[in-house]
């Protein structure tokens, strides 16, 4: 089993409550829009999703409407042996905004680097573009 990391990031999204960004994250088509590719996806634990063209795949695990999301997680580069990765997302109302923080855990440390930067550029970046409009 190859040895794992854990990313931690925050972020605030100015003028964005947390039940738009929660929604827009489970919802295959906002989920597409938001990052500007192909996404499958609903809001129900047990489903399976997709992000980038299937890219990203994983399951729902636990949901909080508006408040928190629990996914497995894995990419078409996953090394082979390892153990799919989990995504929990959290989101608290701040100054008309919301914080939204990402744990991704046990990710094989050898891709940590590029999921931290990928979080970034694929996620954080586009989030705060869809969100402004």
Request: aromatic share 12%; charged share 25%.
């Amino acid at each position: 089993m190859p040895t794992t990391k854990t990313i931690n990031q925050t972020e605030f999204i100015a003028g964005v409550q947390p039940p738009t960004i929660y929604d827009a994250l489970l919802d295959g088509k906002k989920h597409g829009q938001l990052i500007g590719s192909k996404a499958t996806g609903k809001a129900e634990v047990g489903t399976d999703f997709t992000a980038w063209d299937g890219y990203i795949e994983g399951t729902n695990l636990e949901l909080e409407p508006g408040k928190r999301i629990l996914q497995s997680w894995e990419t078409s580069e996953w090394p082979e042996g390892a153990e799919r990765s989990l995504v929990e997302w959290t989101f608290e109302a701040k100054d008309g905004g919301t914080q939204v923080t990402l744990v991704h855990s046990k990710v094989p440390a050898s891709q940590a680097d590029s999921y931290k930067k990928g979080w970034v550029d694929f996620y954080w970046t586009p989030m705060k573009t869809y969100f402004a409009k």
